[in-house]
């Protein structure tokens, strides 16, 4: 079983609908990732976390993309408006800060029909 | 520019046949780690290996920095062991970088 926690594991949403996701990091574990995988299985980085704070962030992740790690609460990922391009395997990973390893969890898979 | 490439890019095993999956980086990075995919998408983690040689049951890494590349040895496969195996490295910046995979297939 996964240490790190992802729901919903399907969500399905019409364009133009927003579409949450959220993950729990393994416990102890300040930095967390989201990725994006789609369905020619490439990986996209979307955004990192240290804590609660932004590491580091893609374009698109700017734009219509928004995520937040609050203290004592899931991190999320949320898409404001749809787009069919959004349907992906979104995964999520966390990991002590350096020299170590990441976990990932089961991931959402969305479908924007 | 892709920063990890593995290969092969599919490799066919009869049952018991040895595996040998090989990933080379762009940059050098001791944040190594090897990942199977399993077809629902969970990435399951097979073995860390920032440096050196290490084992894992019928699994092997060796992960030379300097020369920049990292190898996954599957002794004695298994049918059950059919799917995509993914090379990961982290950059200093704590990015995950993925190799496009190997995809496995054993047969009986």
């Known amino acids: 079983n996964s240490k790190v926690i992802q729901t919903p594991r399907y969500l399905v949403k019409g364009q133009g609908q927003k579409a949450k996701m959220r993950c729990i990091p393994e416990k102890g574990h300040p930095v967390v990732f989201w990725y994006q995988q789609n369905k020619n299985n490439e990986f996209k980085f979307l955004i990192n976390?240290?804590?609660?704070?932004?590491?580091?962030q893609i374009d698109m992740t700017e734009k219509r993309f928004s995520a937040e790690c609050p203290s004592n609460s899931p991190c999320s990922l949320e898409i404001q408006s749809s787009e069919a391009g959004d349907s992906a395997l979104y995964l999520c990973?966390?990991?002590?800060?350096?020299?170590?390893?990441?976990?990932f969890g089961s991931g959402t898979r969305l479908l924007v029909i | 520019e892709q920063q990890v490439q593995q290969s092969p890019a599919s490799l066919v095993l009869q049952e018991a046949e040895n595996a040998e999956l090989q990933c080379s980086f762009s940059?050098?990075?001791?944040?190594v780690q090897w990942f199977y995919q399993r077809p629902g998408g969970r990435l399951v983690s097979l073995l860390y290996n920032p440096s050196g040689t290490k084992q894992s049951g019928r699994l092997t890494s060796t992960t030379v920095i300097k020369e920049r590349r990292s190898s996954l040895h599957i002794s004695s496969s298994q049918i059950t062991d059919s799917g995509t195996y993914l090379c990961a490295m982290r950059n200093s910046n704590n990015r995950i970088f993925f190799g496009d995979g190997t995809q496995l297939v054993v047969k009986p």
């Open positions: 990973a966390s990991s002590l800060w350096v020299d170590s390893d990441y976990t």
């Open positions: 940059i050098f990075t001791n944040q």
């Open positions: 976390f240290q804590n609660q704070e932004v590491l580091q």
